[in-house]
């Protein structure tokens, strides 16, 4: 099978440092890299490091911390479309899952670290729903379904959840 436009995902070398891509900075920037995006997919990478702020007594990742390394999968996901449109994505928040669901109870220390992203909804409105998976050499460790939201102004949406 050849590749169509609408399956195409460009290789690693094609994307820019992840900081370049996220705005999450310091300690909450949370992947290591893009390797594969596609129109509607992504494969993103992610070190667990003893020493990082949420490191445990073993050096793991609390498998909780899985729901932000999908969501910046998924921001990673609308930044590189938006650039490769020659623009810049909006501003979003994680709606929430309604069922994340984790293998263990955390990610071992310098786990290298698969999350896989893929958009099962967009509606115009700003509203997405993505299918994530978070692999170690080849072994589900988690899985979810979460929703997120881009609004045309981000600042009055977050200026009516303040005040709401």
Request: aromatic share 6%.
């Amino acid at each position: 099978m050849t590749a169509t436009p609408e399956t195409r995902a460009e290789t690693s070398e094609a994307f820019p440092p992840i900081d370049t891509i996220l705005p999450h900075r310091g300690t909450m920037l949370l992947l290591d890299g893009v390797s594969a995006c596609g129109d509607e997919t992504l494969t993103a990478h992610a070190s667990v490091h003893g020493n990082a702020w949420y490191a445990d007594d073993n050096g793991a990742m609390p498998a909780w911390i899985g729901i932000e390394l999908m969501a910046q999968g998924v921001a990673a996901h609308v930044a590189l479309l938006a650039m490769r449109a020659g623009g810049r994505a909006r501003p979003g928040v994680l709606l929430g899952t309604r069922s994340y669901k984790a293998h263990a109870s955390a990610f071992a220390c310098d786990a290298q670290l698969t999350v896989n992203v893929q958009e099962v909804l967009r509606s115009d409105e700003g509203h997405s729903a993505y299918e994530c998976t978070i692999d170690h050499d080849g072994t589900r460790c988690a899985d979810a379904v979460i929703k997120v939201f881009q609004p045309n102004d981000f600042q009055t949406f977050i200026e009516g959840s303040i005040s709401s």
